[in-house]
């Protein structure tokens, strides 16, 4: 079974970094996708940032091209994403996903995802 936790959430002025990790169990599907979604209340999951597996693409959402970098370590089952020059509207869940199946996708859209972790909450403040 796989189980994703997520880890390094906290809360930090604008301005300040932060780096999440998802440690991945029971996930051995690496010629596929993991990625980085968040959610504010009262708003949408976005997706944030994406790798793949196979060839390490990654992919970011507009608004955190520059500042966000997404990368993963295979010998420790863990995928990161580095978050820099962080800004309030960052303020949300950060949350892990896991795809385990191939075929044509959208990267950051949700729906691609069939694992997902329970979430660390980021508050930045101004």
């Known amino acids: 079974q796989v189980q994703l936790v997520e880890s390094g959430g906290g809360s930090v002025q604008a301005g300040g970094s932060l780096r999440l990790s998802c440690a991945a169990s029971?996930?051995?599907?690496?010629?596929?996708?993991m990625g980085w979604f968040r959610q504010a209340p009262g708003k949408e999951r976005e997706g944030v940032a994406s790798?793949?597996?196979?060839?390490?693409?990654?992919y970011y959402t507009d608004s955190v091209k520059g500042r966000f970098t997404i990368s993963r370590d295979n010998a420790k089952n863990t995928l990161y994403l580095q978050m820099n020059s962080l800004k309030p509207e960052d303020t949300a869940m950060y949350y892990c996903?896991?795809?385990?199946?191939?075929?044509?996708?959208?990267?950051?859209?949700?729906?691609?995802?069939?694992?997902w972790g329970q979430g660390t909450q980021v508050t930045v403040s101004s």
């Open positions: 790798i793949y597996y196979a060839d390490g693409s990654t």
């Open positions: 996903a896991a795809r385990s199946y191939g075929g044509a996708t959208v990267p950051l859209a949700s729906t691609a995802y069939n694992y």
């Open positions: 029971g996930y051995t599907y690496d010629h596929y996708y």
